[in-house]
């Protein structure tokens, strides 16, 4: 009854190689977003998708590719990494607004690039 | 940029202890979320707060949104072991509906027996 997935939890791989990381949540939210949470704990937003129509995105390098087959699943693909790619991802869903009913967060992916 | 600047970024106290982590911002927030993280997971959702002034209590914690919705306070009675953690503030602008949160840079929290 997991509410929102993400796989894989961890991810160690070389410099330069291409990566994946999955989502989906069962909570029937219509907004999707990709956090990414640096060694001092900062939590920044990366991407946002709502209705599979993406509405958020921060400055991200374009090596970052979120895609969203339907409201229930957000993936990241990410291209040619990097060792400063090296953080925890967290994907997170929430009712459009989110102002009064917050998010529900994933448990994480920890990337570690070498 | 609207920034929320969280304090103290660390706090190590006694079980039993009360204590409170402030959040506070140049902006004005529309709403004002508290999330605990503990480690290896994502946030949790505490509590949220849209209206100034307003006060929330959840078990031994107490939210307060402030009068000008530009800062908000956490204040835990008797701490216990468990609610070591990572504190996390969150807001959400007025003017977009994106749903974009806003986070400070969290308080470390840990309650020793």
């Known amino acids: 009854d997991t509410a929102v997935s993400q796989t894989p939890k961890y991810l160690v791989t070389q410099m330069g190689n291409d990566k994946s990381i999955k989502c989906e949540q069962n909570?029937?939210?219509?907004?999707m977003y990709w956090y990414k949470q640096d060694s001092k704990k900062f939590l920044k937003i990366m991407f946002s998708?709502?209705?599979?129509?993406?509405?958020i995105n921060e400055t991200v390098p374009n090596r970052f590719s979120p895609k969203s087959p339907d409201k229930a699943h957000l993936n990241l693909h990410i291209n040619s990494l990097e060792l400063g790619d090296s953080a925890v991802y967290f994907c997170?869903?929430?009712?459009?607004?989110?102002?009064?009913?917050?998010?529900?967060f994933g448990s994480g992916t920890r990337l570690t690039v070498v | 940029t609207q920034l929320l600047e969280q304090s103290p970024q660390f706090l190590s106290i006694q079980e039993g202890e009360n204590l409170t982590v402030y959040c506070n911002s140049s902006?004005?927030?529309?709403?004002l979320q508290w999330y605990r993280q503990e480690p290896g997971e994502g946030p949790v959702l505490l509590v949220t707060?849209?209206?100034?002034?307003e006060v929330k209590k959840l078990k031994r914690l107490t939210f307060q949104f402030g009068d000008a919705r530009k800062d908000s306070s956490l204040h835990i009675t008797a701490a216990q072991p468990g609610d070591t953690g990572l504190y996390l503030c969150?807001?959400?602008?007025?003017?977009?509906?994106?749903?974009?949160?806003?986070f400070g840079q969290g308080t470390t929290l840990q309650v020793k027996p």
């Open positions: 997170a869903s929430s009712h459009r607004g989110a102002g009064t009913r917050g998010y529900t």
């Open positions: 909570l029937g939210h219509d907004t």
């Open positions: 998708y709502n209705n599979k129509e993406l509405i």
């Open positions: 902006s004005v927030f529309s709403s």
């Open positions: 707060v849209v209206t100034g002034g």
């Open positions: 969150a807001g959400t602008h007025g003017s977009s509906n994106t749903g974009k949160l806003i």
